[in-house]
């Protein structure tokens, strides 16, 4: 696909937790395991901002009439159940954000002053997030390209979401108040890639200042995405950087389809869609559905609304769509014309549907089966989205999938959710402080990559993966230590990517433990092959290197009894060596590194079976001879 024909824009939000505590509070920015059993309820409802203005995602959320039930954690006191006023801000998070305001090369502002950003999706207690300006016109480069960075943002952290059942969505205030540096870029990004990059690029800085909180969900993107002729569309709270070129992909894809269902369309002279929809219930009294047959026996009703022009441009077009928008009036889901007959419904019942709505050939319709309030509400819900059909893409809010694709959450907030804070003072940033942070501003990721090259030995390539991922300074401290700087890039960007997948938490291993590790494997205990292993072990018991060494049972062997095991292999292995003389030693290698794999170093196993080898066979030709 020609992004830049198609007229890419994407902009980025990168909120990122800071390592400190909470921001109104001096409660501890960590998640709990496990709730302190303080249970609390709140129904939260749109306020006008300062202008008197209601802000239109607001508006939709209060539609929804969901209760929130808020579970306390002990890292959380009455500020985050909003029953205390908040304290002063986090001087420390204050100075974090400062720090990589000036890393963008921002200009700081003098006076930070919180304001309130209306939020009543149950995310906050009080039903807003506060967050304040820092800085202004920053930059950074990628690949020679400058990216600009027009504010960075300090604001706390939402609740967070842990189940929802019905009517109610129950969130943990753990994660409420922590603070965030909110990074916002130009929308000059061009393609899906560059998405990608940027996005590391600033985490990268972020990660260089060391006072960051590392971890899933500790950092979060919304990428903001439009094409020629499209709209702005924003996919709020991607947590996973490997998906950042995905999600922008399959906007495009999205956008690309709506625009050309809206063109089919206008050529139709479609577009016009009724506002009501028509109790078809009766024709459906004996249906073998079973969705329609359990809204039927709790007394509910099947609607159906027909849609003029619309047949073939719902099934995996404007259907997925529609649907989004119904679950907001809290029904299950919709069944559109262009899938039927089908999950019970039969051809019959859809030839008296097409009869008692008078559709013609290229019409189509939507059935919903519910509570009658439900069901009306639903059509509701949906008519100004098929309204804008014809008309193209609508600017609005999704929420990310973990395909890469998106769903629709709600509108597009504006500058009616903001209104000023009246709890919280000003800050003032004064001279000193700033002379003060810009003093012990850290080595900048793009002088640290070449010269850990240069200092270790290593490829430009690692020593950019141990940039990006915030383990360089680990690096450098085992590398100065015990040498060996190639494997431990190899260990910290390999070995622990694999144990991470496999769910272990490796970044939770100690520094003390990890320097054990290569204490004793510089003392020959253990054989660099058995690694892994116990780098396992360490991370499943949070054990010491010698503990994991022993409970593993791989202790280092010496030469001679190498040489004692292979021996014991090629003795194994005699039809083998007679059958396939010297092209066995590979075979014999496998068998070898069965048995020694952890105990001793392939290099040391592959001499030895190599030497061993051409002495037998020397041996066993002499004795033929």
Known sequence: MDYRALGLKVGLEIHQQLDTHKLFCDCASRLAEEDSGIRFQRRLRPTQSELGEVDAAAIEEARRHLTFVYEATPNTCLVEADEEPPHAPNEHALDIALEISLLLGAKPVREVDFMRKIVIDGSNTAGFQRSALVALDGAIQVNGKRIGVPTILLEEDAARKVGEKADEIFYRLDRLGIPLSEISTTPDIATPEEAREVALAIGSLLRATRKVIRGIGTIREDLNVSIRGGARIEIKGVQELRLIETFVQKEVERQVMLIDVAKELQKRGGG??????????????????????????????????????????????????????????????????????????????????????????????????????????????????????????????????????????????????????????????????????????????????????????????????????????????????????????????????????????????????????????????FAKEAIPDLLREMAKTGSRASTALEKVGVQGLSRADVERIVDEVLDASADLIRSRGAAAEKGIMGRAMEKLRGRADGKVVSEVVHARLEKRMREEKKGTN
Do not use: N
């Not at 600017?395 to 000023?420: C, F, H, I, N, Q």
């Open 272 to 525: 016009a869609v009724p506002p009501d929809g028509m109790d078809l219930t009766v024709l459906f009294t004996h249906s073998a559905s079973k969705v329609i047959q359990s809204a039927l026996t709790k007394g509910g009703k099947v609607y159906g609304w027909p849609l003029p022009k619309f047949a073939g441009l719902l099934k995996g077009k404007l259907g997925p769509e529609l649907a989004a928008h119904a679950t907001v009036a809290g029904v299950g889901g919709i069944f559109h014309s262009d899938e039927l007959p089908a999950y019970g419904v039969t051809e019959h019942e859809v030839d008296a549907v097409r009869g008692a709505l008078t559709l013609g050939d290229q019409d189509a319709f939507v059935l919903v089966a519910d509570e009658e309030a439900k069901c009306l509400h639903a059509l509701e819900e949906m008519l100004p989205r098929a309204q804008y059909a014809g008309k193209g893409v609508p600017e609005e809010t999704r929420d990310p999938r973990p395909d890469g694709t998106s769903v629709y959450s709600r509108p597009l907030p504006g500058k009616a959710r903001m209104y000023p804070e009246t709890d919280v003072p000003p800050l003032r940033v004064h001279e000193d402080r700033l002379r003060r942070i810009r003093e012990h501003l850290p080595e900048r990721p793009e002088a640290k990559v070449p010269r850990l090259a240069r200092q270790y030995g290593v490829h430009e390539q690692q020593a950019r993966q141990l940039v990006q991922e915030g383990s360089d300074d680990l690096f450098e401290l085992i590398a100065k230590e015990f040498g060996e700087a190639t494997l431990v890039a190899t260990v910290l960007l390999y070995h622990y990517s694999e144990l991470r997948r496999a769910g272990l938490d490796v970044d939770g291993i100690p520094e003390d433990h990890l320097r054990e590790l290569f204490s004793l494997l510089k003392a020959g205990r």
